[in-house]
């Protein structure tokens, strides 16, 4: 096992690894909208999707993989109601064949965000 950390995604703010690489997967902590550069969060659903998608894929690049080998997320949002919103922004980052996929709505996020997703992805 091999612990993945970089300030190109925000840093853990618990007792965990931004991700660990087991094998040939790299299995990412959930990312949330957070800004590495500024710790700042974007307004509004769109906006929040695109962080958190971009995060993953700075993640992933520092583990040596890529958002294009990610072969399974798990997307947690506020209001299922933004799920159409949501589901835009991620197929401007998840292409064919696209990863398997969970999306569930939940009551809270950290930091009362919209959206957090975790991927796992091979090296």
């Known amino acids: 096992m091999k612990t993945v950390s970089t300030d190109k995604a925000p840093a853990a703010i618990g007792p965990y690894s931004q991700a660990q690489i087991v094998g040939s997967l790299v299995y990412t902590s959930g990312q949330i909208p957070v800004d590495p550069a500024t710790g700042l969060i974007a307004e509004g659903v769109e906006a929040q999707a695109e962080q958190v998608f971009k995060n993953i894929a ?16 798990t997307v947690f949002i506020k209001n299922m109601d933004d799920f159409a919103a949501i589901n ?7 292409t064919q064949p696209y990863p398997a996929r969970s999306c569930v709505e939940v009551a809270r996020l950290p930091k009362d965000v919209l959206i957090e997703c975790e991927a796992i992805a091979e090296l």
């Open 58 to 73: 700075n993640l992933l690049e520092s583990a040596g993989s890529s958002i294009s080998k990610v072969v399974k997320t």
């Open 88 to 94: 835009a922004v991620y197929g401007k980052y998840f």
